[in-house]
């Protein structure tokens, strides 16, 4: 997408760990992953591609890690000029929506990495496809792989390739990410704390979106209503979990402090929605 704004989550440290895989889940864990992650298209705005990829994904991860599943991230991008501090403008882009970069959670199955993207899939089941299968939608088959422990290291590479990298979050970013292949989060309560700052500026972002996809026709009004209704339902809860669990960090972090923000923007919707009425 093409910013990438302040983001979810702080780093993620190994546990030293040899030999692992990254989120790695048994079969019938990843069936309810696929049905967890499926189960947001009820309140976010796949049906927009301009932008979000970072907030959707947080959402999804913040799903899965409320379920006990283990997640990461995989970045693809194009090529970053380090001079310009600037994309390459003649860089490739990536389907369908000419993206400089795309990010979606991704867990490990029977060995194989399945990438859990709905805006890419609308007819898989959460979104579910191989990782080979992603990169073709986007036709980013050709690539190069971001170095192992490269945090902070900018991959300049010729501009006919992308480069993929993973990371525990979207919070590290497409430029910076670290390929952490090898690294393991062995459960859900090893992930890293969620920002509450950060979850709220990706809730406000999902329901900009919304209105978004409704003023170009993609959902309906009644849908919007619904889907709005239902994002600010899911981020109260979904930021229950977290304090439960001590998973909520960051400047304004307090579960109290995000209902306050969550139900002033509740307030304002009813002014947004006056634009959207049947």
Known sequence: MAVAGTLCFGGCKSRGRANLQD?????????????IVEGTRAYLPYEYSADGCYARATYMQMELFAANIPSRVVFIR???????????????????AAWVYHVAPVIVVNGQEMVLDPALAPGSTGGAMSLNDWLSTMKAKKFVEAPAAALNQKVAES???FVLSRASNPDQGPI???????Q????????PAFSSESALYNFKTMDDYLIEAA??????NGELRARRDLLVKRTVELAEVLESRNRASGPGGDLEGIKITVDMLKSAQSDAQTGHVD
């Open 159 to 161: 501009v006919d390739r």
């Open 215 to 220: 003023s170009m026709g993609r959902i309906t």
């Open 184 to 191: 393991v989060i062995h459960n859900a309560d090893e992930m």
């Open 176 to 182: 910076d990410s670290e390929n952490v292949r090898g």
């Open 23 to 35: 989120a790695l889940v048994r079969s019938t864990e990843a069936a309810e992953a696929y049905r």
């Open 78 to 96: 194009t090529t970053y000029d380090e001079a310009s501090q600037d994309w390459k403008v003649d860089a490739p882009l990536l389907d369908p």
